[in-house]
């Protein structure tokens, strides 16, 4: 197994930790707060290392190139869903994020199934990755330092993450359209 694919794995290993940490009562471990973020941040992290280390040690995969996305939407969407069982991010948003995933993955599956080219993740693919990633760290540290001054950062970063979603998803399916189109695909 390649480098890029341990740390890849590693991301996933660490998504449980966070979950249990964003679940734990503030009030008596005041502390588990700061360990959610720190995990969050290390294992949004592993998401630029492990390409660094593919394309470095030219061990880009396809095992990588599938695993990647997955781990990247176990991190967020599992973030976004506690984050908004808190009442810290609106349901609408959760939604249109998820919607977008699945809709993209199902792209993906739809082209790797018909013998094309594994889909790999554009440049608007990876700005909408980190824009949410950046945000759902502010949102799970409560806005910090940014509350102190009233200003609603997550919220701006979120808001632009929502449209790297939207407009990232409208260009893979405008980039796969022949994928969906051909009349040759079998079921």
């Given amino acids: 197994m390649s480098a890029a694919n ?4 590693a991301r996933i290993a660490l998504v ?7 679940l734990l009562d503030g009030a008596a471990f005041p502390w588990a707060k700061f360990a959610a973020v720190a995990i969050f941040i ?5 998401d630029m290392l492990d390409g660094y280390l593919a394309r470095k040690k030219k061990e880009v995969s396809p095992v990588g190139i599938l695993l990647d996305p997955i ?13 908004t069982s808190q009442g810290k991010v609106h349901a609408l948003v959760v939604l249109i994020i998820i919607m977008r ?18 889909i790999a993740a554009s ?12 945000a759902i760290g502010f949102y799970i540290a409560d806005n910090f330092p940014f509350s102190y001054w009233n200003i609603p950062f997550a ?5 632009i993450a929502l449209v790297f979603t939207l407009w990232s998803a409208v260009d893979y399916f405008k980039g796969s359209w022949s994928y969906l189109s051909e009349k040759k695909m079998q079921p």
């Fill in 123 to 134: 440049w608007l693919g990876k700005t909408k990755t980190i824009t949410q990633m950046v």
């Fill in 6 to 9: 341990k740390v890849t794995l």
């Fill in 16 to 22: 449980p930790f966070m979950i249990a940490f964003m």
């Fill in 155 to 159: 919220q701006i970063i979120m808001a």
């Fill in 71 to 83: 781990a990247d939407k176990l991190l967020v969407c599992s973030a976004l869903i506690i984050l």
């Fill in 101 to 118: 995933e699945f809709a993209v993955s199902g792209l993906r599956l739809v082209a790797a199934g018909s013998g094309h080219e594994i």
């Fill in 42 to 46: 290390i294992a949004a992290s592993t």
